[in-house]
């Protein structure tokens, strides 16, 4: 149960009761009062809402830290984190399939782990 107020959104917890042979929601203790919050972004610093709806949300599954991030950033950083592309390169010392989360560029050799890894060992 929900009401909303000046200020912001009310949570109730509700018991029913018995009102003139009705059965009616009557309103319980007040469990927490939520309002917009002002937060600074980590990533870019512009200054984000944390909405009622994403308190509610992240009270709801337990969270307990607020977002760090404004919505674009957050979105920003799932779109890179789900979607890291990989190239497929030719390895430059053994031929093999490389595969590198960058694009090759020319005149820049790329090497198949095994061979980066040996690489990384003579040197
Ligand atoms: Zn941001
Ligand atoms: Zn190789």
Same mark, same amino acid.
């Given at each position: 149960?929900?009401?909303?107020? &000046? ?8 018991? =029913? ?11 319980? &203790? ?15 610093? /512009? ?37 890291? &592309?990989?190239?497929?390169?030719? =390895?430059?010392? =053994?031929?093999?399939? /490389? ?6 560029? &020319? ?7 095994? =061979? ?8």
């Amino acid at each position: 149960m929900e009401a909303l107020t &000046e200020s912001g959104k009310l949570s109730f917890k509700l018991r =029913c009761g018995h009102v003139n042979g009705q059965i009616l929601p009557i309103l319980g &203790e007040i469990l927490e009062m939520y309002e917009d919050k002002a937060l600074i972004c980590k990533d870019c610093g /512009a200054e984000f809402i944390f909405t009622i709806g994403e308190q509610e949300f992240f009270a709801e599954k337990g969270f307990v830290n607020e977002p760090q991030r404004c919505k674009e950033c957050r979105d920003l950083r799932k779109r890179n984190g789900a979607k890291r &592309e990989m190239y497929v390169a030719a =390895c430059a010392s =053994c031929g093999a399939e /490389a595969k590198v989360p960058f694009k090759p560029s &020319e005149g820049r050799p790329v090497y198949c782990s095994e =061979c980066f890894a040996k690489r990384e060992e003579e040197n």
